[in-house]
């Protein structure tokens, strides 16, 4: 493996999570993200060599992502993707910026899922182990569609609040 | 930080929109740069969820039967507790209407019912499973480049397989390509693999070796049929069909969209005993690879309850390597 193939996978390394995010923004499906997603790190090794180290490792991942996001539609799926393309190119840049400034906290999730209750683990682990979505979650919990997206709102909100609190406690004192 | 907008954000990630709502979502993000970071930053925490839980880095949470949860409970070993929640299921459904959309497939879900307790009353069961067809062909992962996972065996072959199953328990036999046996298996309280060469691998989980069987990872394990058959209740649109004889039918399921497992499983019985003769799955989940595989039924049979137990499968001079 060459120097530059080797400097790739490291870099690869760390920007998979946020290629991995994007790619769930768009598809939304884990399990159709988890295909493409590694497409996407198939095709970044293989273009290793095409790699121009002066720009950004990031942006360049994720314009190999967008491409196996369209791809990928062609081929499997019928239905459009819900973001036109100019829109999935402002994302993109949105999530590079994000990764540079607001990614750090997210650190934290693993203390913060620690706090959350009984019922709001279980909900988790139905939608994040299990990759139900609230009709199915619905389902197996006898409870409705509507009150497990709630329940998730508010799962996910009470983990954004810590976070952040956590992350403010965190920070330097001046 | 917007947090009127939040709900919207989550419902997309959750698939509750409206298009007319994921228009007007989309017409937000491409409103302002901050508003599609604000987008952004709840979609990574939503990723960094999935990936947390799903590496089981946190303990899951064990649903207890004195919770208000009494649909998770683990069914293996619960035959009774199942067969008077699929009668209680098929009322509330009934009196609903949810999900089913006629009387044709009410009595699909019936007949469901009937194989459900129909694989309770037999003593066994052998089946050999065929792979017909794998969708697309075995992926390239990232880390296949890396020595360590090169260096990796490569999994025993399904096709040819034969599995014995028995009321939770089983015996998968596998052949591997040079000719030998791999065989899996669980007596219902352990689980344990018999490779060719090395240790005897033994495990206190009952599921601990079903990782390489495919369903498993959908809830839809093809070595404990009954519980295979549950998971179709809720995932799956039923509906029924003439079978190739006059005394057979055919049960058809279809994936219900949100859910996860095969695409399809059709299942030819027979209707007076509920006898399994054979099932086929397309779309089988397996790693990377979707296969397209249907189990024939060799024989039934009763089991003495040593055959589920490792040493039956092993010389006895065979190291024992508990897990």
């Known amino acids: 493996m060459n120097t530059q193939t080797e400097q790739v996978m490291r870099q690869w390394t760390l920007a998979q999570p946020v290629v991995s995010s994007f790619l769930t923004a768009l598809v939304r499906d884990f399990s159709t993200r988890d295909d493409i997603l590694q497409d996407v790190a198939v095709a970044v090794l293989e273009s290793a060599s095409r790699y121009d180290p002066s720009r950004p490792f990031i942006g360049w991942a994720l314009g190999i992502a967008r491409n196996k996001v369209r791809r990928y539609y062609r081929q499997h799926l019928r239905e459009p993707l819900v973001f036109d393309d100019e829109l999935t190119g402002q994302l993109a840049v949105a999530f590079e910026r994000v990764t540079k400034h607001r990614s750090q906290p997210l650190d934290h999730l693993r203390d913060c899922l620690r706090r959350l209750d009984g019922r709001g683990r279980m909900i988790c682990g139905l939608r994040y182990t299990e990759g139900l979505k609230p009709a199915a979650i619905a389902m197996r919990l006898g409870m409705r569609p509507n009150s497990v997206a709630k329940a998730l709102q508010r799962i996910r909100e009470r983990l954004r609040d810590c976070i952040e609190a956590k992350a403010a406690l965190s920070e330097p004192q001046p | ?323």
């Open chain 2, 1 to 323: 930080m917007n947090a009127s907008i939040q709900p919207n954000i989550d419902g997309y990630l959750d698939g509750m929109l409206s298009p007319a709502e994921e228009q007007q979502l989309a017409d937000w993000l491409a409103a302002a740069p901050e508003n599609a970071e604000q987008f952004a930053a709840a979609v990574m925490l939503h990723d960094r969820l999935r990936m947390l839980l799903i590496t089981a880095e946190l303990p899951q949470p064990v649903p207890s039967a004195a919770t208000d949860w009494p649909g998770l409970q683990p069914r293996v070993g619960r035959w009774a507790t199942a067969m008077v929640a699929a009668t209680a299921a098929v009322i509330l459904l009934f009196a609903s209407g949810v999900g089913f959309e006629g009387r044709s497939v009410s009595a699909a879900v019936l007949q469901l019912d009937h194989l459900i307790a129909a694989q309770a009353r037999l003593p066994g069961s052998r089946y050999l499973i065929t792979v017909e067809s794998r969708s697309r062909p075995p992926r390239q992962h990232f880390f296949d480049q890396t020595p360590d996972w090169k260096s990796r065996p490569p999994k025993p072959p399904l096709n040819g397989a034969i599995v014995h199953a028995s009321h939770g328990r089983f015996v998968l036999v596998r052949t591997t390509t040079a000719g030998e046996q791999f065989i899996t298996g669980s007596d219902g309280q352990s689980s344990w693999a018999v490779a060719p060469e090395g240790p005897v691998r033994v495990s206190s989980r009952p599921d601990h070796f079903n990782h390489d069987l495919p369903g498993h990872e959908h809830d839809m394990p093809l070595t404990t049929l009954a519980e295979g058959l549950e998971q179709l209740r809720a995932a799956y649109v039923l509906r029924l069909e003439d079978g190739p004889t006059p005394t057979h039918r055919q049960l058809i399921a279809e994936k219900r969209r949100g859910f996860r497992g095969p695409q399809r499983i059709a299942i030819d019985y027979e209707e007076a005993t509920g006898q399994i003769d054979s099932l086929r799955f397309n779309e089988m989940p397996y790693g990377p690879e979707r296969l397209d595989l249907r189990m024939d039924l060799v024989s039934t049979s009763s089991y003495d309850d040593s055959f589920f137990s490792h040493s039956s499968h092993h010389s006895p001079e065979r190291t024992i390597y508990e897990e």
